[in-house]
């Protein structure tokens, strides 16, 4: 069974950075990504990538997040630059267990991990 583990999160000022991490017990093989959820709101997704190179991201975050995956080392990363207090929520990676598809519906996604909480102070 996968298992996802999320790192790295924090308490940061805004303008701050921080560097998710998401390691897989195994490999994937199709669509992952980066979804997020505040309190008293919906999980939305933030960015999600494919085994084919496609990159999608939340509109209010383009040019401030990257995502990326180092396949020999089984992680995916979030890299998160000019941070906003409205960034804070926990931070959750997850993956599909087959197929590609350009997705950053949450209800797309099988396999989540346990979440990290990201808070950024104004």
């Known amino acids: 069974q996968v298992r996802l583990v999320e790192s790295g999160g924090g308490s940061v000022q805004a303008g701050g950075s921080l560097l998710l991490s998401c390691a897989s017990s195994h490999y994937i093989t199709a669509t992952e990504g980066w979804f997020r959820q505040a309190p008293g709101k919906e999980r939305e997704g933030v960015a999600t990538i494919d085994t084919v190179g496609g990159i999608r991201y939340k509109d209010s975050v383009k040019g401030r997040f990257t995502i990326s995956k180092d396949n020999v080392n089984r992680t995916l990363y979030l890299q998160m630059n000019s941070l906003k207090p409205e960034d804070t929520a926990m931070y959750y990676c997850?993956?599909?267990?087959?197929?590609?598809?350009?997705?950053?519906?949450?209800?797309?996604?099988?396999?989540w991990g346990q979440g990290t909480q990201v808070t950024v102070s104004s």
């Open positions: 997850a993956a599909r267990r087959w197929k590609n598809i350009a997705t950053m519906d949450p209800s797309d996604f099988d396999i």
